[in-house]
T-cell receptor
């Protein structure tokens, strides 16, 4: 068990560019979550998957954001036409549905839009 | 709607002092879960504890203890004999049973333990 892995750890992009982040959850976990954390704030829920199905999306997830989890394993979060307001830490977490509700988090991807 | 309030933005203590981090929550559900996470400078959120709404027993784990009181909607966290390595941001979080188990976080408390 290597924990939740996120790639890249840091991303700097120009406004208007598209970016994609990857999350590899703990292998036996069937739930995967994406959160966004801005400086000085707690993480805010974006979306979650149970296996390959995306079951819930937050109002924070605008049309420029899309997430996938093909085959119920790793997940990707894509942001199209990035804006400066998208600068944040993007955190991925995973949990096992039937064994309690604690989620284990990755180290996050810090996005800076310039 | 659910909400978690951590009124203490920053706390500084000297090593070996005890410190309590406050957490107040709001929810309409009768079944819910409360959590504490630690976020060191490296950025990874580290799970510390989970409590469900039906279990009001206080819990102690080493230097950490938690006090859950439904009457005041509070779930406070105490570190006894603090150490420099305890310096981090601590988040309290709530998960409602009907919400797919995603977490609603408070804004966090930055704890600095001075040597």
């Amino acid at each position: 068990d290597t924990g939740v892995s996120q790639d890249p750890r840091h991303k700097i992009t120009k406004r208007g560019q598209n970016v994609t982040f990857r999350c590899d959850p703990i292998s036996e976990h069937n739930r995967l979550y994406w959160y966004r954390q801005t400086l000085g704030q707690g993480p805010e829920f974006l979306t979650y998957f149970q296996n390959e199905a995306q079951l819930e999306k937050s109002r924070l997830l605008s049309d420029r954001f899309s997430a996938e989890r093909p085959k119920g394993s790793f997940s990707t979060l894509e942001i199209q036409r990035t804006e400066q307001g998208d600068s944040a830490m993007y955190l991925c977490a995973s949990s096992y549905r039937d064994r309690g509700t604690e989620a284990f988090f990755g180290q996050g991807t810090r996005l800076t839009v310039v | 709607a659910q909400k978690v309030t951590q009124a203490q933005t920053e706390i500084s203590v000297v090593e070996k002092e005890d410190v309590t981090l406050d957490c107040v929550y709001e929810t309409r559900d009768t079944t819910y879960y409360l959590f504490w996470y630690k976020q060191p400078p490296s950025g990874e959120l580290v799970f510390l504890i989970r409590r469900n709404s039906f279990d009001e027993q206080n819990e102690i784990s080493g230097r950490y203890s938690w006090n859950f009181q439904k009457s005041t909607s509070s779930f406070n966290f105490t570190i006894t004999a603090s150490q420099v390595v305890d310096s981090a941001v601590y988040f309290c979080a709530l998960s409602e049973a009907a919400m797919g188990r995603q977490l609603t976080f408070g804004s966090g408390t930055q704890l600095t333990v001075l040597p």
